[in-house]
């Protein structure tokens, strides 16, 4: 288990909250078991956390999402079990708070207490028709050894994040475009939503510098102070 010298050195090096720390590195924990599970290997990897874990964005996240192809409700509930089971036996103290099946698939909400610090993290796993949506990924981080996972596409990661923020227009969702934007990873294929996305930015009333502070390491808080700028320009770069 990390140790409390070990949070506070990370959290100067990547610039950021012992608390973002602490999350980050039971969602890397969580994900090394996860994955080590042979029942496992239809369920993938996406969204910002993936962004971020794979893809190295600065933006740290807070949830774990999948989608899963020919995995039982019941199936996934088991191995999200025996993946706590594997976590507590490092000293992690853990509460699952919520366990259901949704109308798309399966949430939980586990409690993590790591040196008395308690970190909810939600796990939204979305059950899909499509095959060969996914591939191996290394894992490398800062906190374990390099570990092995399933992950979808980076293209449908993108387009998920896309589809996302047409949808609901959070601080995160603009600031992940900027990031996929800046990275080069919009398929040509995506590039038609930008005007969309561009509208509105325009008619947004985020306050981005208040709701991403927090989630990006201080070398990027320049980014936020005008980022609906940033972001504009960014977008009518590649438009």
Do not use: C
């Not at 981080?141 to 979808?152: E, G, K, R, S, V």
């Amino acid at each position: 288990m990390i140790t409390d010298s070990v949070i506070s050195y990370l959290s100067r090096k990547l610039q950021t909250t012992e608390q973002n720390i602490r999350r980050e590195y039971i969602q890397i924990i969580f994900l090394s078991h996860f994955y080590q599970n042979p029942e496992s290997e239809k369920i993938y990897f996406k969204g910002g956390t993936a962004l971020r874990i794979i893809y190295k964005s600065p933006r740290f996240s807070e949830d774990l999402d999948f989608n899963s192809t020919e995995v039982t409700i019941n199936k996934i509930e088991d191995i999200v079990i025996q993946t706590v089971r594997e976590i507590e036996r490092e000293g992690i103290l853990i509460d699952i708070k919520e366990s259901k099946k949704t109308s798309g698939g399966y949430l939980a909400i586990i409690n993590f207490s790591l040196h008395g610090e308690k970190i909810d993290i939600k796990l939204e796993i979305s059950q899909r028709k499509e095959k060969n949506i996914g591939e191996i990924i290394t894992v490398i981080n800062d906190y374990i050894p390099p570990f092995t996972m399933l992950a979808i596409t980076r293209d449908l990661l993108v387009a998920g994040k896309i589809n996302a923020l047409l949808d609901r227009q959070k601080a995160r969702d603009f600031f992940d475009l900027y990031y996929i934007l800046r990275a080069n990873f919009l398929p040509v294929r995506e590039k038609n939503v930008l005007k969309k996305a561009l509208v509105l930015l325009e008619k947004s009333n985020v306050q981005f510098a208040k709701e991403l502070k927090i989630f990006l390491p201080k070398s990027h808080w320049g980014i936020i102070k005008d980022f609906k700028k940033s972001l504009m320009q960014e977008i009518k770069r590649v438009i």
